[in-house]
């Protein structure tokens, strides 16, 4: 079973080569997804990355999380489930900003 992991406080010229050279020395590595900033077309610092074994995701937290790494302090925990975001409406319906 495949798990998914948070990376975060990444330097934002981190590549996917950089951290599957990294996190694959914790265990089989199927997936990275390093995000990127639309604009500049930088890493925004964080990514996630999909572990082929939960012994290897498990291995890569305990190794990595805290450590330094390109000279930051890195984040890496179990991802959760993406929260659904409120709309940017500020509670109002689409169209329906009357004036009094």
Same mark, same amino acid.
């Given at each position: 079973?495949?798990?998914? /992991?948070?990376?975060?406080? /990444?330097?934002?010229? #981190?590549?996917?080569?950089? /951290?599957?050279? /990294? @996190?694959? *020395?914790?265990?089989?590595?199927? !997936? @990275?997804? #390093? ?6 077309? $930088?890493? &925004? ?9 939960? !012994?290897?995701?498990?291995?890569? @937290? ?7 790494? *390109? ?8 991802? &959760?489930? &993406?929260?659904? $975001? ?7 319906? $689409?169209?329906?900003?009357? $004036?009094?």
């Amino acid at each position: 079973m495949s798990t998914k /992991l948070y990376v975060g406080n /990444l330097s934002f010229d #981190v590549t996917e080569n950089d /951290l599957r050279d /990294l @996190i694959g *020395q914790h265990g089989p590595v199927n !997936e @990275i997804n #390093v995000v990127m900033d639309k604009m500049t077309g $930088r890493a &925004r610092g964080f990514a996630f990355v999909t572990m082929n074994t939960e !012994e290897g995701a498990k291995a890569a @937290i305990l190794g990595l999380n805290g450590k330094a790494w *390109q000279g930051r302090a890195m984040t890496v925990n179990e991802a &959760r489930p &993406r929260e659904d $975001r409120a709309s940017s409406s500020h509670g109002y319906a $689409r169209g329906s900003h009357s $004036r009094y």
